[in-house]
Protein backbone atom coordinates (compact mmCIF):
# COMPACT_ATOMS: atom_id res chain seq x y z
CA UNK A 1 0.00 0.00 0.00
CA UNK A 2 1.58 3.46 -0.99
CA UNK A 3 0.87 5.89 1.84
CA UNK A 4 -0.77 9.48 0.31
CA UNK A 5 3.01 11.41 0.47
CA UNK A 6 4.50 8.71 -1.80
CA UNK A 7 1.72 9.08 -4.15
CA UNK A 8 2.04 12.47 -4.20
CA UNK A 9 5.73 12.31 -4.64
CA UNK A 10 4.78 10.07 -7.28
CA UNK A 11 2.25 12.28 -9.06
CA UNK A 12 5.36 15.29 -8.56
CA UNK A 13 7.70 13.20 -10.46
CA UNK A 14 5.26 12.55 -13.43
CA UNK A 15 4.49 15.89 -13.51
CA UNK A 16 8.22 17.23 -13.23
CA UNK A 17 9.24 14.51 -16.71
CA UNK A 18 6.04 15.54 -18.43
CA UNK A 19 7.30 19.48 -17.91
CA UNK A 20 10.57 18.80 -19.31
CA UNK A 21 9.28 16.87 -22.32
CA UNK A 22 6.96 19.36 -23.11
CA UNK A 23 10.30 22.26 -23.20
CA UNK A 24 12.47 19.84 -24.78
CA UNK A 25 9.40 19.76 -27.43
CA UNK A 26 9.05 23.11 -27.56
CA UNK A 27 12.95 23.98 -27.82
CA UNK A 28 13.08 21.38 -30.41
CA UNK A 29 14.69 23.22 -33.73
CA UNK A 30 12.06 23.71 -36.64
CA UNK A 31 12.78 23.67 -40.23
CA UNK A 32 12.53 27.03 -41.96
CA UNK A 33 9.33 28.83 -42.80
CA UNK A 34 7.20 26.00 -41.73
CA UNK A 35 4.19 26.51 -39.41
CA UNK A 36 4.33 24.61 -35.94
CA UNK A 37 1.84 22.30 -35.68
CA UNK A 38 2.08 20.02 -32.32
CA UNK A 39 2.51 16.07 -33.34
CA UNK A 40 0.03 14.80 -30.69
CA UNK A 41 1.35 11.52 -29.96
CA UNK A 42 4.52 12.51 -29.13
CA UNK A 43 5.82 13.55 -25.52
CA UNK A 44 2.70 16.05 -25.23
CA UNK A 45 0.18 13.05 -24.97
CA UNK A 46 -0.08 11.84 -21.26
CA UNK A 47 -3.66 10.42 -21.01
CA UNK A 48 -3.61 6.60 -21.66
CA UNK A 49 -7.02 5.22 -22.27
CA UNK A 50 -7.43 2.43 -20.49
CA UNK A 51 -7.67 -1.19 -22.45
CA UNK A 52 -11.33 -2.27 -23.34
CA UNK A 53 -9.83 -6.27 -22.43
CA UNK A 54 -9.06 -4.86 -19.02
CA UNK A 55 -12.76 -3.52 -18.33
CA UNK A 56 -14.79 -6.14 -15.75
CA UNK A 57 -15.89 -9.02 -16.35
CA UNK A 58 -19.64 -8.41 -16.32
CA UNK A 59 -22.62 -6.47 -18.62
CA UNK A 60 -21.04 -3.39 -18.69
CA UNK A 61 -17.56 -4.52 -19.43
CA UNK A 62 -19.18 -6.80 -21.97
CA UNK A 63 -21.04 -3.70 -23.64
CA UNK A 64 -17.22 -1.61 -23.55
CA UNK A 65 -15.73 -4.66 -25.44
CA UNK A 66 -18.92 -4.84 -27.99
CA UNK A 67 -18.47 -0.78 -28.20
CA UNK A 68 -14.72 -1.40 -29.36
CA UNK A 69 -15.96 -4.00 -31.88
CA UNK A 70 -18.11 -2.12 -33.18
CA UNK A 71 -15.44 0.82 -34.06
CA UNK A 72 -13.29 -1.78 -35.49
CA UNK A 73 -15.41 -3.88 -37.06
CA UNK A 74 -18.37 -1.76 -37.75
CA UNK A 75 -20.09 -3.65 -41.18
CA UNK A 76 -19.53 -6.98 -39.24
CA UNK A 77 -21.02 -5.55 -36.33
CA UNK A 78 -23.67 -3.56 -37.79
CA UNK A 79 -24.21 -4.51 -41.13
CA UNK A 80 -27.80 -2.77 -41.45
CA UNK A 81 -26.03 0.29 -40.62
CA UNK A 82 -23.11 1.05 -43.05
CA UNK A 83 -23.58 2.25 -46.58
CA UNK A 84 -19.98 1.90 -47.67
CA UNK A 85 -16.28 0.61 -46.94
CA UNK A 86 -15.47 2.28 -44.16
CA UNK A 87 -15.19 1.47 -40.70
CA UNK A 88 -14.82 4.09 -37.24
CA UNK A 89 -11.16 3.21 -37.11
CA UNK A 90 -10.36 4.20 -40.85
CA UNK A 91 -10.83 7.77 -39.53
CA UNK A 92 -11.24 7.46 -35.41
CA UNK A 93 -7.37 5.16 -35.25
CA UNK A 94 -6.34 2.97 -33.15
CA UNK A 95 -9.91 1.38 -32.67
CA UNK A 96 -10.76 5.79 -31.62
CA UNK A 97 -8.21 6.01 -29.45
CA UNK A 98 -5.30 7.78 -31.08
CA UNK A 99 -4.68 11.28 -29.96
CA UNK A 100 -5.48 13.79 -32.87
CA UNK A 101 -7.53 11.46 -34.59
CA UNK A 102 -10.61 12.42 -32.88
CA UNK A 103 -10.21 10.12 -30.40
CA UNK A 104 -14.17 8.77 -28.60
CA UNK A 105 -12.34 9.54 -25.25
CA UNK A 106 -11.55 13.13 -25.53
CA UNK A 107 -14.80 13.34 -27.37
CA UNK A 108 -17.43 12.10 -24.66
CA UNK A 109 -16.53 14.54 -21.65
CA UNK A 110 -18.10 17.09 -23.97
CA UNK A 111 -20.76 15.95 -24.22
CA UNK A 112 -24.70 16.63 -24.65
CA UNK A 113 -23.33 19.81 -26.63
CA UNK A 114 -25.22 22.60 -29.09
CA UNK A 115 -23.69 21.39 -33.05
CA UNK A 116 -24.13 24.17 -35.75
CA UNK A 117 -24.90 20.96 -37.74
CA UNK A 118 -28.23 20.11 -36.60
CA UNK A 119 -29.18 22.81 -34.86
CA UNK A 120 -29.39 21.40 -31.65
CA UNK A 121 -28.40 19.95 -28.28
CA UNK A 122 -26.21 16.87 -29.32
CA UNK A 123 -26.03 13.42 -27.02
CA UNK A 124 -23.14 11.65 -26.84
CA UNK A 125 -25.02 9.03 -29.15
CA UNK A 126 -26.77 11.59 -31.44
CA UNK A 127 -23.26 12.89 -32.29
CA UNK A 128 -22.22 9.69 -33.64
CA UNK A 129 -25.46 8.76 -35.55
CA UNK A 130 -24.24 11.52 -37.24
CA UNK A 131 -21.06 9.78 -38.25
CA UNK A 132 -23.18 6.44 -39.17
CA UNK A 133 -25.33 9.05 -41.50
CA UNK A 134 -22.60 11.06 -43.36
CA UNK A 135 -19.12 9.38 -42.67
CA UNK A 136 -20.28 5.40 -43.16
CA UNK A 137 -23.05 6.53 -45.67
CA UNK A 138 -25.50 4.79 -43.55
CA UNK A 139 -28.75 4.16 -41.86
CA UNK A 140 -28.01 5.46 -38.11
CA UNK A 141 -29.06 2.93 -35.16
CA UNK A 142 -32.03 4.28 -33.10
CA UNK A 143 -31.08 6.21 -29.79
CA UNK A 144 -30.79 3.63 -26.91
CA UNK A 145 -30.02 1.03 -29.11
CA UNK A 146 -27.58 -1.68 -28.11
CA UNK A 147 -25.12 -0.33 -31.14
CA UNK A 148 -24.98 3.10 -29.28
CA UNK A 149 -25.22 2.23 -26.00
CA UNK A 150 -22.22 -0.17 -26.97
CA UNK A 151 -20.58 2.62 -28.66
CA UNK A 152 -21.07 5.11 -25.67
CA UNK A 153 -20.44 2.87 -23.17
CA UNK A 154 -16.55 2.20 -25.06
CA UNK A 155 -15.95 6.03 -24.89
CA UNK A 156 -16.81 6.67 -21.42
CA UNK A 157 -15.17 3.64 -20.32
CA UNK A 158 -11.81 5.22 -21.68
CA UNK A 159 -12.54 8.80 -20.46
CA UNK A 160 -12.75 7.56 -17.12
CA UNK A 161 -10.77 10.22 -15.17
CA UNK A 162 -11.24 12.96 -17.61
CA UNK A 163 -13.24 15.48 -16.13
CA UNK A 164 -16.72 16.51 -17.40
CA UNK A 165 -16.60 19.44 -20.07
CA UNK A 166 -12.89 18.54 -20.48
CA UNK A 167 -11.48 20.27 -23.85
CA UNK A 168 -8.07 18.29 -24.24
CA UNK A 169 -5.60 19.02 -27.22
CA UNK A 170 -6.05 15.44 -28.07
CA UNK A 171 -9.67 16.13 -29.19
CA UNK A 172 -10.26 16.28 -33.14
CA UNK A 173 -7.48 16.69 -35.31
CA UNK A 174 -4.57 19.51 -34.25
CA UNK A 175 -5.39 22.78 -35.86
CA UNK A 176 -3.73 22.91 -39.18
CA UNK A 177 -1.86 26.64 -40.32
CA UNK A 178 -3.35 28.23 -43.62
CA UNK A 179 -1.53 27.03 -46.84
CA UNK A 180 1.01 29.62 -47.61
CA UNK A 181 -0.31 29.36 -51.21
CA UNK A 182 -4.09 28.53 -52.26
CA UNK A 183 -4.80 24.99 -52.47
CA UNK A 184 -4.97 23.54 -55.47
CA UNK A 185 -6.32 19.97 -57.11
CA UNK A 186 -3.64 19.26 -59.39
CA UNK A 187 -0.61 19.83 -57.15
CA UNK A 188 -2.49 17.66 -54.94
CA UNK A 189 -2.85 14.97 -57.74
CA UNK A 190 0.62 15.18 -57.74
CA UNK A 191 0.95 14.58 -54.20
CA UNK A 192 -1.47 11.76 -54.28
CA UNK A 193 -0.06 9.92 -57.12
CA UNK A 194 3.76 10.01 -55.27
CA UNK A 195 1.77 9.53 -51.05
CA UNK A 196 -1.35 7.72 -51.21
CA UNK A 197 -2.08 6.19 -54.31
CA UNK A 198 0.02 2.70 -53.43
CA UNK A 199 -2.22 2.06 -50.34
CA UNK A 200 -5.67 4.12 -51.34
CA UNK A 201 -5.48 3.04 -55.42
CA UNK A 202 -4.96 5.31 -58.22
CA UNK A 203 -8.95 5.48 -58.23
CA UNK A 204 -9.68 6.02 -54.75
CA UNK A 205 -11.68 2.91 -54.25
CA UNK A 206 -8.84 1.37 -51.90
CA UNK A 207 -7.78 -1.87 -51.77
CA UNK A 208 -10.04 -5.18 -49.88
CA UNK A 209 -9.07 -8.45 -49.35
CA UNK A 210 -12.04 -9.96 -48.21
CA UNK A 211 -12.49 -6.78 -46.02
CA UNK A 212 -11.18 -3.46 -46.60
CA UNK A 213 -7.17 -3.43 -46.39
CA UNK A 214 -6.94 0.12 -47.30
CA UNK A 215 -9.94 2.19 -46.98
CA UNK A 216 -11.65 4.21 -50.20
CA UNK A 217 -11.14 7.98 -50.55
CA UNK A 218 -13.50 9.02 -52.76
CA UNK A 219 -16.34 6.50 -55.25
CA UNK A 220 -19.44 4.49 -54.52
CA UNK A 221 -17.84 2.88 -51.35
CA UNK A 222 -16.37 6.33 -49.34
CA UNK A 223 -17.73 8.82 -47.13
CA UNK A 224 -20.85 10.82 -48.47
CA UNK A 225 -20.78 14.54 -49.31
CA UNK A 226 -22.42 15.39 -45.92
CA UNK A 227 -19.64 13.97 -43.90
CA UNK A 228 -16.86 16.33 -42.06
CA UNK A 229 -13.92 14.82 -44.28
CA UNK A 230 -16.13 16.22 -47.20
CA UNK A 231 -14.83 19.55 -45.80
CA UNK A 232 -11.56 20.80 -47.13
CA UNK A 233 -9.98 21.82 -43.86
CA UNK A 234 -11.03 18.73 -41.85
CA UNK A 235 -9.64 16.83 -44.49
CA UNK A 236 -6.31 18.78 -44.42
CA UNK A 237 -6.19 18.46 -41.06
CA UNK A 238 -6.78 14.97 -40.36
CA UNK A 239 -3.95 14.07 -43.40
CA UNK A 240 -1.49 16.03 -42.01
CA UNK A 241 -1.57 14.50 -38.57
CA UNK A 242 -2.32 11.11 -39.50
CA UNK A 243 -1.49 10.25 -43.05
CA UNK A 244 0.71 8.50 -45.18
CA UNK A 245 -0.14 5.71 -42.60
CA UNK A 246 3.22 4.82 -40.43
CA UNK A 247 4.58 8.74 -41.77
CA UNK A 248 2.12 11.03 -39.89
CA UNK A 249 3.39 14.88 -39.82
CA UNK A 250 5.76 14.34 -43.09
CA UNK A 251 3.35 15.97 -45.33
CA UNK A 252 3.89 19.99 -45.48
CA UNK A 253 1.25 22.16 -44.41
CA UNK A 254 0.76 23.13 -48.13
CA UNK A 255 0.72 19.71 -49.13
CA UNK A 256 -1.47 18.89 -46.84
CA UNK A 257 -3.90 20.95 -48.26
CA UNK A 258 -3.71 20.43 -51.71
CA UNK A 259 -4.02 16.78 -51.73
CA UNK A 260 -7.09 17.25 -49.57
CA UNK A 261 -8.81 19.67 -52.02
CA UNK A 262 -7.60 16.82 -54.61
CA UNK A 263 -9.93 14.02 -52.59
CA UNK A 264 -12.27 16.50 -51.70
CA UNK A 265 -12.95 17.27 -55.38
CA UNK A 266 -13.84 13.31 -56.71
CA UNK A 267 -17.43 12.35 -56.74
CA UNK A 268 -18.56 10.61 -53.60
CA UNK A 269 -22.25 9.63 -52.31
CA UNK A 270 -25.00 12.19 -52.21
CA UNK A 271 -25.33 14.73 -49.02
CA UNK A 272 -28.41 12.47 -47.46
CA UNK A 273 -29.46 16.42 -47.03
CA UNK A 274 -30.47 16.70 -50.25
CA UNK A 275 -32.85 18.84 -51.27
CA UNK A 276 -35.24 19.93 -54.85
CA UNK A 277 -31.56 20.59 -56.30
CA UNK A 278 -27.64 20.65 -56.44
CA UNK A 279 -27.62 24.32 -56.36
CA UNK A 280 -30.58 24.93 -53.41
CA UNK A 281 -28.04 22.17 -51.43
CA UNK A 282 -25.15 23.99 -52.00
CA UNK A 283 -26.63 26.97 -50.58
CA UNK A 284 -28.22 25.48 -47.50
CA UNK A 285 -25.07 23.56 -46.04
CA UNK A 286 -22.43 23.88 -48.72
CA UNK A 287 -21.90 27.36 -49.17
CA UNK A 288 -18.41 28.42 -47.92
CA UNK A 289 -14.56 27.71 -49.33
CA UNK A 290 -14.06 24.15 -47.93
CA UNK A 291 -16.88 22.44 -49.88
CA UNK A 292 -17.04 21.42 -53.41
CA UNK A 293 -20.23 20.29 -53.46
CA UNK A 294 -22.29 21.46 -56.26
CA UNK A 295 -19.52 23.04 -58.74
CA UNK A 296 -17.52 21.58 -61.91
CA UNK A 297 -14.29 20.35 -61.28
CA UNK A 298 -12.85 18.83 -64.73
CA UNK A 299 -15.99 17.91 -66.30
CA UNK A 300 -17.25 16.40 -63.00
CA UNK A 301 -20.05 17.87 -61.71
CA UNK A 302 -19.70 16.97 -58.13
CA UNK A 303 -23.15 16.66 -56.16
CA UNK A 304 -25.18 16.49 -59.71
CA UNK A 305 -27.49 13.75 -59.47
CA UNK A 306 -26.89 11.99 -62.91
CA UNK A 307 -23.01 11.72 -61.87
CA UNK A 308 -23.39 11.30 -58.28
CA UNK A 309 -23.83 7.71 -56.55
CA UNK A 310 -26.78 7.86 -54.26
CA UNK A 311 -26.40 8.31 -50.63
CA UNK A 312 -27.30 5.71 -47.79
CA UNK A 313 -26.71 2.78 -50.05
CA UNK A 314 -25.26 -0.79 -48.73
CA UNK A 315 -22.94 -0.69 -51.29
CA UNK A 316 -20.73 -3.81 -51.20
CA UNK A 317 -19.50 -3.46 -47.70
C1 LIG B 1 0.91 2.71 -46.20
C2 LIG B 1 -0.45 2.80 -46.66
C3 LIG B 1 -1.09 4.19 -46.68
C4 LIG B 1 -0.63 5.32 -47.30
C5 LIG B 1 0.65 5.50 -48.10
C6 LIG B 1 -1.64 6.33 -47.08
N1 LIG B 1 -2.67 5.83 -46.34
FE1 LIG B 1 -4.39 6.80 -45.81
N2 LIG B 1 -4.97 5.20 -44.72
C7 LIG B 1 -4.30 3.99 -44.66
C8 LIG B 1 -5.01 3.11 -43.76
C9 LIG B 1 -4.62 1.66 -43.43
C10 LIG B 1 -6.10 3.84 -43.26
C11 LIG B 1 -7.11 3.35 -42.23
C12 LIG B 1 -6.43 3.33 -40.88
C13 LIG B 1 -7.01 2.35 -39.90
O1 LIG B 1 -8.08 1.80 -40.13
O2 LIG B 1 -6.34 2.12 -38.88
C14 LIG B 1 -6.07 5.15 -43.92
C15 LIG B 1 -7.03 6.14 -43.74
C16 LIG B 1 -7.09 7.31 -44.48
C17 LIG B 1 -8.19 8.26 -44.47
C18 LIG B 1 -9.48 8.15 -43.65
C19 LIG B 1 -10.35 7.01 -44.13
C20 LIG B 1 -10.96 7.22 -45.50
O3 LIG B 1 -10.95 6.25 -46.29
O4 LIG B 1 -11.44 8.32 -45.81
C21 LIG B 1 -7.85 9.28 -45.31
C22 LIG B 1 -8.68 10.51 -45.63
C23 LIG B 1 -6.53 8.98 -45.84
N3 LIG B 1 -6.11 7.77 -45.33
C24 LIG B 1 -5.83 9.78 -46.72
C25 LIG B 1 -4.54 9.51 -47.17
C26 LIG B 1 -3.76 10.43 -47.97
C27 LIG B 1 -4.24 11.77 -48.48
C28 LIG B 1 -2.56 9.83 -48.19
C29 LIG B 1 -1.37 10.39 -48.93
C30 LIG B 1 -0.84 11.64 -48.44
C31 LIG B 1 -2.59 8.54 -47.53
N4 LIG B 1 -3.81 8.39 -46.91
C32 LIG B 1 -1.56 7.62 -47.58
C33 LIG B 1 -3.15 3.64 -45.34
C34 LIG B 1 -2.36 4.51 -46.08
C1 LIG C 1 -14.61 9.19 -43.02
C2 LIG C 1 -14.10 9.43 -41.70
C3 LIG C 1 -14.96 9.06 -40.49
C4 LIG C 1 -15.55 7.87 -40.18
C5 LIG C 1 -15.52 6.60 -41.01
C6 LIG C 1 -16.20 8.05 -38.92
N1 LIG C 1 -16.01 9.31 -38.46
FE1 LIG C 1 -16.61 10.07 -36.67
N2 LIG C 1 -15.78 11.85 -37.14
C7 LIG C 1 -15.15 12.16 -38.32
C8 LIG C 1 -14.81 13.56 -38.35
C9 LIG C 1 -14.12 14.31 -39.48
C10 LIG C 1 -15.24 14.09 -37.12
C11 LIG C 1 -15.13 15.53 -36.64
C12 LIG C 1 -13.83 15.74 -35.96
C13 LIG C 1 -13.65 17.19 -35.57
O1 LIG C 1 -14.38 18.04 -36.05
O2 LIG C 1 -12.78 17.46 -34.76
C14 LIG C 1 -15.85 12.99 -36.39
C15 LIG C 1 -16.38 13.11 -35.10
C16 LIG C 1 -16.94 12.09 -34.38
C17 LIG C 1 -17.39 12.19 -33.01
C18 LIG C 1 -17.29 13.44 -32.16
C19 LIG C 1 -15.85 13.72 -31.78
C20 LIG C 1 -15.66 14.95 -30.93
O3 LIG C 1 -14.56 15.15 -30.43
O4 LIG C 1 -16.61 15.72 -30.76
C21 LIG C 1 -17.89 10.97 -32.66
C22 LIG C 1 -18.47 10.58 -31.32
C23 LIG C 1 -17.74 10.10 -33.81
N3 LIG C 1 -17.16 10.81 -34.83
C24 LIG C 1 -18.13 8.77 -33.85
C25 LIG C 1 -17.98 7.95 -34.98
C26 LIG C 1 -18.48 6.60 -35.04
C27 LIG C 1 -19.20 5.89 -33.92
C28 LIG C 1 -18.16 6.13 -36.28
C29 LIG C 1 -18.52 4.81 -36.90
C30 LIG C 1 -19.92 4.46 -36.84
C31 LIG C 1 -17.45 7.19 -36.98
N4 LIG C 1 -17.39 8.28 -36.16
C32 LIG C 1 -16.93 7.06 -38.26
C33 LIG C 1 -14.85 11.28 -39.34
C34 LIG C 1 -15.26 9.97 -39.40
Known amino acids: ?27 RPVPDGEPVVAPLDAEADVFAPPLAADAPQDAWGAAVRRGERLIQNTAA ?30 AYPNFPAFRAKNQTINSFQKRAQDCFLYSMNGVPPALGSD ?67 YPPLWGARSYNWGAGMATIDKAAAFIRANMPQGMENSLSVQ ?8 IDSQHRPQDPRFKDSVAA ?24 PGQTPPSGFAVGN
Request: with cysteine; aromatic share 8%.
Open 147 to 213: ELNAIEAYAAYMAQGLRLGESLPERGFPKIAAPPLPFDEGRGAVVYAEQCAACHGEDGAGQTLGETV
Open 1 to 27: MQTAMQRSAILAGGLGLFLGCALMWLA
Open 77 to 106: EAPAHVGNGLACRNCHLDGGRKAGAAPLWA
Open 281 to 304: TRAAHHDNGFSRYGTEVDGRKLGD
Open 255 to 262: QAWDVAVF
